[in-house]
């Protein structure tokens, strides 16, 4: 059961200490089963992956709206991904900020 804050009751509060470490279980909902260490994020490559995903959809996005117009609503689909891209930077940013290894 979870409180207002949206903490599970029972459960301590975590600082920025908490999340240099590593939350267990926190990326891998079957950590130690079978005896397998807890998973970390590879947040710097997801960062990375988002930033050439924004920088590539939104140039190609471009380049098939001044070439290819015939072709503009694959812009359209890609000039969206790149907006998604962009707001995951964004949220993979704001965990690196927060602390968390990876």
């Known amino acids: ?16 200490r908490d999340y240099e470490r590593g939350l267990p ?9 079978m005896g397998a ?3 970390l994020s590879a ?4 960062l ?3 930033g050439f995903g924004a920088v590539f959809c939104t ?4 380049l098939l709206w001044v070439y290819l117009p015939p072709l503009g609503w694959m812009a359209w689909v890609l000039l969206v991904l ?7 930077f964004a949220w993979v940013a704001h965990r690196k900020r927060r ?3 990876g």
């Open 1 to 16: 059961m979870r409180t207002m804050g949206g903490r599970v009751m029972g459960e301590q509060e975590r600082d920025r």
């Open 37 to 39: 260490p807890a998973a």
């Open 48 to 50: 990375w992956l988002a």
């Open 59 to 62: 140039v190609a996005a471009v």
């Open 82 to 88: 790149a907006v998604i891209a962009v707001v995951d």
């Open 43 to 46: 947040l710097t490559l997801r």
């Open 25 to 33: 279980g926190y990326h891998d909902p079957m950590h130690r089963v």
């Open 99 to 101: 602390g968390e290894p």
